[in-house]
């Protein structure tokens, strides 16, 4: 059997891709940029699995991440020169058939290589039994188990479908170190590591709301995890690399698209509230004191139905009157459809400002969006009576976008099966199949009790500022959920944080929340409060209900809203 890493006591586990579409040279930049012992790379993602089930209506050799195959091209034989396993979820709906392409380009290049897949998780032919519907893709959260096989059996590479994202570092550590199926604190630890890592460039200041604070951000360097016996875990970046791995830049992955204190998985439910974060040199945080309880009996599957059809039209509106002039635009083009999609939204964006320098500067964007199962309804009864209009409406009407057809969309929701109820099989080197067990030893997931909250701070002056003066946000998407995770650097900022922004502060902060059903959840480890919005996003991001479908930019809008915070704490 082949020995993962050299250091018996730790694994350097570097993460190559953080979405399906990722920089395409990180494969050979992580492999020649310093030691590792594993690299993984995640492709998938809700609108993944969409596109990938597409592909595989068109063609059902397809559904796997085309770019991997490319990327392996290129990097096949490096990875093995190197003595580096690689594991990833490229596979997506066909992980087999990606293997099997693996294979192909292993003989052309005269690389010699052992490769093994993980399947199991794709339960579309079974949907309807299992009580999820017809939808288009169902695939099952399987976790690191089947991974833990495929290495153990000596492959150099493993790919598998729908597996958590963390599991494909949970699945490098466990093997490494031999850890038993109720290592819950090591597995949780792992999954830490791991949840950091699966996002990329996200942990060493992508995305991150501080980022003026990091010397060179012209290309961040792909995250590493040094995970230790004990599922502790230093996080850190090759040497000479673009950004930077801090205590807030971890900080901020770690809140990304997390709900509260627990984080289950198929392996173990990880608690987010244990994690405790010190900086453990340059480029380098300690991530220690994580706690790990029994996984919840079901598992997650994620499922991808095409809703019908879709189709916008941007109007632009410039100088004086917009709303009047948005107004006249939406009531001619209704009254001259004719025939009206099942959905029509108008979205005014003022983007304009008194007295513009520029003509951009002095114009906003009506957006009309329109739905229907029907493609001739959206298609261009719709898009070329809106363009009917340009000589026969508000003075200077103009578009950004051109008529055309209406394009399909997705749905996204979650469902939940029993883990006896799917199969998890790992299809080794030799092509044995090995069927691999669920948890056994399981809990039924719960809320954790609220914790106490810090003394806050006495009455004081004020100032009325951006929130984003003194705290940093993370948020993201969940199907139609979206989560915004807000946090502090100090004791006092996090006294004051902690009763400042409430549920209700975050409504009148965030008026495109007030009606929606808001969770709060606190966890003081991290001096963070997470929200999580339902149905903020309507039926998903393939649904597109917002110009911000995936809420990437949330928690920055939540930044810059005013509130009162102390005068004290902004000196």
Not at 187 to 211: D, K, M, P, W, Y
Not at 215 to 235: K, M, N, Q, T, Y
Not at 297 to 314: A, D, P, W, Y
């Amino acid at each position: 059997m082949r020995a993962l890493a050299i250091d018996p006591e730790l694994i350097r586990i570097g993460n190559a891709s953080g979405f399906y579409g990722d920089r395409m040279s990180a494969v050979r930049e992580m492999l020649e940029g310093g030691q590792l012992d594993v690299l993984t790379g995640d492709y998938l993602a809700e609108l993944t699995m969409l596109i990938l089930g597409r592909d595989r209506m068109k063609d059902a050799n397809l559904g796997y991440a085309k770019t991997f195959l490319r990327q392996m091209e290129d990097c096949l034989g490096l990875a093995v020169d190197k003595g580096v396993q690689v594991v990833v979820n490229a596979g997506g709906l066909n992980p087999a058939g990606l293997t099997d392409k693996l294979r192909e380009l292993a003989e052309k290049l005269g690389v010699t290589a052992r490769f093994a897949h993980v399947e199991g998780d794709d339960l579309s032919a079974r949907a309807k039994d299992l009580g999820l519907g017809e939808p288009l893709t169902a695939n099952a959260y399987l976790g690191a188990w089947g991974i833990v096989e495929c290495l153990n059996s000596g492959a150099d590479v493993v790919v598998t479908g729908r597996v958590t994202d963390a599991s494909l570092i949970v699945g490098p550590a466990a093997a490494h170190f031999g850890w038993r199926r109720n290592d819950h604190d090591q597995l949780a630890g792992a999954v830490a590591a791991g949840h950091v890592i699966e996002c990329g460039t996200q942990a060493t200041g992508g995305n991150f709301s501080f980022f003026t604070e990091i010397a060179d951000l012209g290309r961040p360097g792909f995250p590493i995890a040094e995970i230790r016996r004990d599922g502790s875990s230093v996080i850190t970046k090759h040497p000479g690399t673009g950004g930077a791995v801090t205590v807030d830049t971890v900080t901020a992955q770690l809140m990304y698209e997390i709900t509260g204190a627990r984080y289950a998985g198929p392996d173990v439910t990880t608690r987010i509230d244990t994690i405790e974060l010190s900086q453990d040199g340059p480029d380098r945080v300690l991530i220690g004191a994580v706690r790990g309880e029994a996984p919840p009996r079901q598992l997650k599957v994620s499922l991808n139905t095409l809703g019908g059809f879709r189709n916008e039209m941007s109007f632009v509106l410039t100088g004086l009157d917009i709303e009047a002039k948005a107004a006249l635009a939406q009531e001619q083009l209704e009254s001259w459809l004719a025939v009206r999609p099942a959905e029509l939204s108008w979205t005014l964006a003022r983007l304009d400002r008194p007295d513009a320098e520029t003509e951009e500067q002095a114009s906003a964007i009506l957006r009309c969006v329109v739905r229907d199962p029907d493609p001739k309804k959206v298609g261009r009864a719709f898009s070329s009576v809106a363009v009917e209009l340009a000589l026969a409406s508000y003075p200077g009407c103009t578009f950004t976008t051109m008529p055309g057809n209406g394009a399909p969309y997705g749905v996204f929701t979650a469902g939940y099966v029993d883990a006896q109820q799917v199969p998890h099989i790992a299809v080794l080197p030799n092509h044995t199949r090995v069927d691999v067990a669920p948890a056994t030893d399981t809990l039924e997931l719960a809320e954790v009790a609220p914790p106490s909250l810090p003394e806050p701070l006495p009455p004081s002056e004020t100032v009325r500022v951006p929130l984003g003066t003194i705290a940093a946000t993370r948020s993201g998407d969940k199907g139609g959920n979206a989560n915004i995770g807000v946090w502090v650097r100090t004791e006092e900022h996090w006294r004051w944080l902690a009763h400042a922004l409430t549920i209700e502060e975050v409504r009148r902060m965030l008026p495109e929340t007030a009606e929606l059903p808001i969770t709060r959840h606190v966890l003081p480890r991290l001096r963070a409060v997470n929200f999580v919005i339902e149905g903020i996003l309507g039926q998903g991001v393939a649904y597109n209900a917002r110009f911000d479908p995936q809420a990437k930019g949330l928690g920055e809008w939540l930044r810059s809203r005013h509130i009162d915070i102390p005068t004290a704490l902004i000196a």
